[in-house]
């Protein structure tokens, strides 16, 4: 449906901004990735870009323009770098705060981790994490405020959930300070359930 929908109404690529797709084949070919391995709270993962202008734009398409289209493409490129250590993961996505997804009216990280499942067979997917409350938005915070605003931000709900021995990966689009993944990890801790790993798509500020 979406191919026929480009012929129909062409949207212009993000990146060169050609008409056809809204992450054409070319752009998508040489858009710059490879496994960075990252360490947060004890728990190793692994993003596939740096958060350069390119995936700052394709990014902030998704979250404020709300061009969900191109969530399928960020995906095939996460999946390209997927760890065959982790054929059989449970994906959990981050949960933004509650103020941005009535905001923008759908979850980004639900949208990315449930287009990685179709992609990866074997893997599953899951929505244990709630957000707790409400919390300040992380733009313009400082790492040590990140990580204070982050505290207590997420709870677990494992109704309907009996943890196994498949692998828990848990789901975001950036990783800046690692607060909210460190958040995140620990209320999974806090449950008795151990996180695997977690993968995201760009890392910034990393070096």
Not at 4 to 9: E, F, G, P, T
Not at 66 to 95: I, K, M, N
Not at 106 to 119: E, G
Request: glycine residues 8%; charged residues 15%; proline residues 6%.
């Amino acid at each position: 449906m979406s191919k026929i929908l480009d012929i129909v109404l062409p949207t212009p690529c993000i990146i060169c901004t050609k008409l056809g797709a809204p992450f054409c084949v070319n752009c998508k070919e040489v858009f710059p990735t490879s496994f960075t391995s990252i360490e947060v709270s004890g728990v190793n993962g692994f993003a596939i870009s740096n958060y350069s202008p390119n995936a700052a734009l394709i990014v902030n398409a998704i979250k404020e323009k709300g061009l969900t289209s191109l969530v399928p493409s960020v995906a095939d490129l996460v999946v390209a770098h997927w760890p065959s250590e982790l054929q059989a993961a449970v994906l959990v996505p981050l949960p933004s705060s509650p103020a941005n997804i009535k905001k923008r009216g759908f979850s980004h990280t639900a949208y990315m981790a449930k287009s990685m499942r179709r992609k990866l067979p074997g893997v599953t997917y899951r929505e244990l994490i709630r957000s707790s409350g409400s919390r300040q938005d992380q733009v313009g915070l400082s790492t040590s405020q990140r990580f204070s605003n982050m505290h207590g931000a997420f709870k677990v709900d494992l109704r309907g959930y009996r943890p196994a021995q498949s692998p828990i990966v848990l789901v975001d689009d950036v990783l800046t300070s690692g607060a909210s993944m460190a958040a995140a990890i620990e209320a999974m801790r806090a449950v008795g359930v151990k996180v695997a790993g977690f993968c995201v798509f760009a890392r910034a500020g990393g070096k």
